[in-house]
């Protein structure tokens, strides 16, 4: 049985930083290309990065540019989003995925169950 867990995530002032991880089993890490995605309040849910089997990176939202960055450890089977400068319209929860395919044709079958960030003062 293969499943992704997130965590991580919580309540930050803005400016301040949060790590998220993205933790599978089941399977190796290595066998996946894994995506982080976004669902802000009342907005769709948005892929924001994505970090291929190799440990190369994609960058697909332009809000997050600079500031968010993605990781992988297969060691721990586990992929990270560190996030920095924090805004409020980056509150929503956070979700990761992985697919077999790669992450500039990538088909996401398995879904964590996400995990809360709010920015706030």
């Known amino acids: 049985h293969f499943e992704l867990v997130e965590s991580g995530g919580g309540l930050v002032q803005p400016g301040g930083s949060l790590r998220l991880s993205c933790e599978a089993s089941?399977?190796?890490?290595?066998?996946?290309?894994i995506g982080w995605f976004r669902q802000a309040p009342g907005k769709e849910r948005n892929e924001i990065l994505c970090?291929?089997?190799?440990?190369?990176?994609?960058n697909i939202a332009d809000s997050v540019k600079g500031r968010f960055t993605i990781s992988r450890d297969n060691a721990k089977n586990t992929v990270y989003l560190q996030m920095n400068s924090l805004k409020p319209e980056d509150s929503g929860i956070y979700v990761c995925a992985a697919t077999s395919f790669s992450c500039s044709n990538a088909d996401f079958g398995s879904w964590g169950p996400g995990t809360q960030v709010t920015v706030s003062s």
């Open positions: 089941g399977y190796p890490l290595e066998y996946y290309a």
């Open positions: 970090i291929d089997k190799s440990g190369d990176s994609t």
